[in-house]
């Protein structure tokens, strides 16, 4: 088999989910990163706190995870984000800081 003739790589479109191929595919980094803009140390993080699908190696040097794993993530985050369990903590309650709070609503802010 010459160069012309090389087996190129099968491109899965995600429209093909649900099918049974892509319960067995699996993704590299590169791809991780288009579904998922994160940075590694936050996707990191989240691996170790177990709230992200966990890589596994296909060889030493090769980490992977599984498609299906990472679009139910994917799945899980945007119900939690719908139905406003997402980004609770990051809107901190500013009357009830202990450190300069906020005395009272402003008549602009209703």
């Not at 649900?18 to 991780?32: A, G, H, N, Q």
């Not at 998922?36 to 040097?61: A, H, M, V």
């Not at 906020?102 to 209703?110: D, E, G």
């Amino acid at each position: 088999m010459n160069k012309r003739e090389e087996i190129k790589p099968l491109l899965v479109p995600i429209s093909l989910r649900d099918s049974e191929f892509s319960t067995l595919r699996v993704i590299r980094k590169k791809e991780l990163q288009k579904l998922i803009p994160l940075s590694n140390s936050t996707l990191y993080d989240l691996e170790k706190q177990g709230s992200f699908p966990r890589r596994f190696f296909l060889t030493p040097r090769c980490v992977v995870w599984k498609l299906s794993e990472i679009l139910d993530w994917l799945d899980e985050q945007q119900r939690k984000s719908d139905d406003s369990e997402l980004g609770k903590e990051h809107f901190p309650n500013v009357y009830k800081r202990e450190y300069r709070p906020v005395k009272a609503k402003s008549p602009l802010h209703k």
